[in-house]
């Protein structure tokens, strides 16, 4: 088999755990399998970085921060390289540019346009371990790019596709998807098998368990994850395209997401592209906007109320201010104190109702619904910050998912 | 006027010194120049990596510590580039690969085999400050490659030598090029101008404020070198070739080395072709050998003596166990209580009796001489390591060079 494994920043924190990674990857490769491995900074070294960049400017440029940065996984793979080495395997590393990894302009956010795979090809031939930087790549320019966060979940996902692996396993500190947050609701479950769909739509609803952009380009190349976890060898959860949606759940799981910010403009006159003016101008900026809800108002004028993440405020607020201005609308307001909370289940499209069942969980728990968005197969809910832990144990009940109940969560 | 300006580690230990040299870098571009910085990795970064290597393996290969070294001045560029760029000048940083320096594929001790300048006259013509990263560079496999000691110097150097620079001004927590090193004796004085090949005795001698590489590519490249202090803006000492030789003094300097030690094979047969095994042993292992005394004995059998970099020392034992058995002779020790001391001066050649003097100097100071090597500029002697202060002294004061004496330093 040829295997891709992806181990996080806290899986290579230290010497100690850079030797089981290797340990780990050596087994792997021993049992007969071509290993590629891609790694993230260890542990805190990121966060280090930044706070050197802090002390120099208050605003660094993200061409800077992204040579900055880069260094951090550059460390990993040649410490991962020679550990895997002194266990007597051929091993090469690579940087995210040597690995053919080329990406778009966007510092700090690129995306991946292609993967020149010819020298991972002449390594893997050469019966050596591959060791690759993640989060990193190459624009046209020849400047590193980073691929913001998660990227080292995309890294690896993205080499899976571009040499046909067989498998990309993520390795965590979790034992695989859970119905929700374990911490927050102890009777939640691992699932043995979870669709593209239903990853995707837990990963961007803040069960950061895998990274959406990774899950969308699995999906997208159909590269079968692997989420396990990196103390124990028991097998986790698969993530793949499903064949049968009867096999579904109605609902697989229950995600929560603190890294909200509720955003409203209000009195915003009702004329056509007004929408367009606003989001462009967020879009322009590099701002994710989630949830997007327009409610219409008495007098030609609208609401348009919406969520980005908590990081883009800063960015959006001179964004917001300018373009409260332009369109004339009366002023905008932001509310940090929310949380978004979310069923996702494939099952859900031919089951009416499921949104219903959600409004009704927190209804009886006392919690009242601020914003509302649904999807085919997800529903989500944006609460009062302090009332998420309540929200989430309410639903998981609400839909059986509790441990206690023996629900199928097989392939 | 183009300018290269290289910055030492110490000089880009913290961030409040990076911003200092920001400053300084800021200046120089304000006042009219187009500017090309190189800088080392900040303080102890280097030292870090390796005690985070050693923790992993004993025997970390080569091109796995290039990958993981080369970090440390990825940071230094980024970091500075913040702080030049927050004091309002346009800049960006590069990498060795990616300011266009080539290397052979000899991993950590690699020699620069061009520079492709396309990039770096890209940014100099956009009006930018270009900050590149010392010591590293690619090989023609992609693969990031390292200069090995002094790297940053040679950096600087050879940009300078491709970009034809004006000058190349050299940072560093001294003053200039001193008599001697002035920790040893305070009477030393700063010489202004000092030539090539003065320079290279002086560097290769152990006076470590050049490296010999750096310097002796200055020399090749006609590049004009200025030693100067990163904590004032006082002139410091100008290395160039020297018009006249008239002008010079007789000895500029007096230089030790504690970073020796010395080695000798006896009884070694007398054929032709012997001191090519041995010499070319060491060469294939990389090991530098400086100092090399073969005597006369009698029965048809030789001495050999050389000297070595401490460092080089545990490679070089193997390859003597062999080689001696090799050649047949009758066996080697070595000694690392030693010391080098050395006169340069390139008024020398022309100045009968200067070794005398200094032979001289070193028996009324009742130092026994081990052994002696000369050149057209040179004399250096291998003495014990504890007398290598009182050796110093007594020399500086033999040659007139204590401050007392006004000798002209001009160039």
């Known amino acids: 088999m040829l295997v891709v494994q992806k181990f996080g920043g806290s899986s290579v924190a230290t010497p100690e755990r850079i030797k089981k990674v290797a340990k780990r990857v050596v087994d792997t490769k021993r049992a007969g399998n071509q290993v590629v491995v891609v790694v993230s900074a260890m542990g805190d070294t990121t966060d280090n970085l930044i706070d050197l960049a802090r002390q120099l400017t208050d605003n660094p440029s993200d061409r800077e921060m992204d040579m900055l940065l880069s260094t951090g996984e550059q460390v990993s793979i040649a410490l991962l390289a020679m550990a895997i ?25 690129a995306r991946i346009t292609g993967i020149n795979t010819e020298r991972l090809f002449k390594e893997l031939d050469d019966g050596k371990i591959v060791v690759v930087a993640g989060f990193q790549g190459q ?44 911490r927050v609701v102890p009777r939640a479950r691992k699932l043995d098998c979870i669709s593209y769909d239903e990853m995707l739509e837990l990963a961007s609803l803040g069960a950061v368990v895998l990274q959406p952009r990774a ?146 969980a927190l209804a009886e728990a006392g919690i009242n619904i601020q914003m509302i968005s649904t999807s085919e197969i997800k529903v989500s809910c944006i609460i009062r910050a302090d009332q998420v832990e309540k929200a989430v144990s309410a639903i998981h009940s609400k839909f059986g998912l509790d441990s206690e109940n023996e629900a199928s969560t097989a392939c």
């Open 85 to 109: 080495d002194s266990l007597g395997e051929a091993v090469t590393s690579l940087t995210g540019p040597q690995a053919g990894i080329t990406t778009n302009d966007v510092h700090a956010k």
């Open 139 to 182: 624009n046209d320019n020849g400047d590193i790019t980073t691929l913001g966060r998660g990227g080292s979940d995309t890294t690896a996902v993205a080499i899976a596709a571009a040499i046909d692996a067989d498998i990309c396993e993520i390795f965590t500190d979790v034992d695989g998807v859970y119905t929700c947050d374990p």
């Open 215 to 360: 899950v969308e380009f699995a999906k997208h190349h159909n590269v079968v994850l692997h989420v396990r976890s990196s103390f124990n060898k028991n097998p986790g959860t698969i993530v793949q395209e499903v064949s049968s949606m009867e096999k579904q759940m109605v609902v697989s799981g229950v995600a929560h997401d603190l890294n909200v910010v509720k955003m409203a403009l209000y009195d915003v006159p009702d004329r056509p592209g007004i929408a367009m003016q606003v989001f462009s101008a967020l879009a322009e900026r590099n701002i994710n906007v989630d949830m997007i809800i327009q409610s219409a108002n008495r007098n030609e004028v609208n609401d348009i109320s919406f969520t980005i993440t908590r990081d883009d405020l800063p960015k959006a607020l001179p964004v917001m201010e300018a373009v409260t201005e332009q369109i004339a609308a009366k002023g905008f307001t932001y509310d940090d104190n929310v949380a978004k909370v979310s069923i996702v289940g494939a099952g859900m499209v031919s089951n009416p109702g499921v949104a219903a069942s959600m409004f009704d």
